[in-house]
């Protein structure tokens, strides 16, 4: 098909989605019940539904009557897990609603007709799940629509914002770009929709997924404004385990509350074990336990091999660590930058000045699956031809960053967990950035630029005294267990194995009838109970 063929088509299905029925009189005519050919495709939902209408139902019987709930989607694999979890709090008694949107795609545009067929095909298959999961379309024209307002409008530019930040990978966000016009499009048309039904519609409680990004963060925001209590949650590297946070953004990986409760309370031998077991595996690239992925590509040679193959001396060595530009875990973190890019360029322009010292810039490997701004393009900016004593690691480069950490005698970081890891090994780690392991006892934590020379200066005039002490390093290990293995909750599914994962924990075993399981307590917290962590236990080997 020429280009030409395919804009005329998209302007045919533009107008035709506008117009009464017809997206019903072609689903009847052409698809006749059928999967739709798109990405959109609730394919395994649709077939295990029946088994989980039929036990859930059976479930409900004799559940006490609990709170309604409304769970808000989008993507279809947002919406299948949304879809499971909000089935599984019904067998638990619960009244629950699925909000949803039946989007395939959050950056790019899609035709009134496209999106009107992508709904019905979504509204088919979830009817199917009546009267255990009510749901309802969030497409425009199923919800009559509020005034826009001057909080909901902050709430669309803040999210449509952090959108562009995310999909395109830059910081600094044009609001003339397509992205974000379109984010901003979609996620006003959201706001109005999820402001009504909310209004109307008051539930106990709203869940919703990540919370910070998409269409997620707007009605996220929406029940804030509301005043209507709402829960956030996403998933890590750990299979069966889930991360939640109650009237908060979960990717603001907030744990205050698991400190507070748990810092004080020393670690037992075996969970050290566990604890150094894990870093083992993380700095030889290799697989462990639960973890789905691997954290270094290179295995470990050593501090000597790492610093002979950098030409580095006996000057002091600081190792800057970045994070991915762009990534959810830097959205709205900065402190006294406007950007990591900004910090980056500042603090190499100021070791440009000490050649007393040796910086070791270490870009994330991640970049290698990104397509924004490089870090590297940040410092190359600053000096084409960087000075002697500063090392630029790429991230294609074959360098373990465990080695780099053992040679380092000053961490720098935004929000990476390699500043944890560096205290953990009595690296003084300045952190530049909101970050969940900031302020906890074994960092250094300016909040201003004049504070972060100030105490760069203080520290490099003697690295060696600046060493964490042994009660800064029990900290950083203490805290490290405490977020590795107790803030993540256990949860029989996660989103990325979702359908394996409910093959091997059928909702029959998750939900234990008159008796808890350890899946129990997380179903709890996810309808508001709150979290009492000093009463929690999450972090048990399995």
Known sequence: MTAAAAAGKDVIKEILGQIPFTVELYWLVRQRGKSINSHFSL???????????????EMKKSAPVGKKVFIFATLHYWIEHAALTGIALSAQGHNVTLGYLAQSDWQKPISRFDLRRQDLYARKILAHAEPILNSVSFVSGKIPFAPVSEELSKIVQQVSEFDTQYSLQVEEVDHKNVVYQLRKERNEEVALAAFTYLKENRPDIVIVPNGTIQELGVVYRVAKLLKIPVVTYEFGDQRQRIWIAQNSEVMRQETDALWRARQNTPLKDEQLERLRSMLIARQHGAMWENFARQWQGTPSEGGAKARAALGLDERPVVLLATNVLGDSLTL?????????????????????????????????????????????????????????????????????????????????????????????????????AQTHYRSRGFTFDPDTWVSYYKTLGQILTNPAQHRLNRQQVEKAWMYAYRWFFEFPLPFPWHLVRMWDDYKAHPLKDVIAQGKDNEYSATFRYLVGEPIVWSSVETGQEK
Do not use: C
């Open 43 to 57: 394919k395994h939902l649709q077939e295990t539904l029946p088994e989980l209408v039929k036990e859930a139902g």
């Open 332 to 432: 709205g973190r900065h402190l006294f930058s406007k950007t990591m890019a900004e910090w980056i360029s500042r603090t190499v322009q100021y070791f440009a000045g000490r050649p007393d010292v040796q910086l070791v810039i270490r870009v994330h490997p991640g970049e290698v699956l990104t397509h924004g701004t490089s870090m590297v393009k940040v410092v190359h900016e600053v000096f084409p031809k960087l000075p002697e004593h500063i090392r630029l690691i790429g991230p294609t480069e074959k360098v373990n960053t465990y080695d780099l950490i053992e040679v380092a005698d000053l961490g720098l970081v935004y929000t990476t967990t390699v500043g944890l890891e560096m205290a953990m090994g009595g690296v003084p780690v300045v952190v530049a």
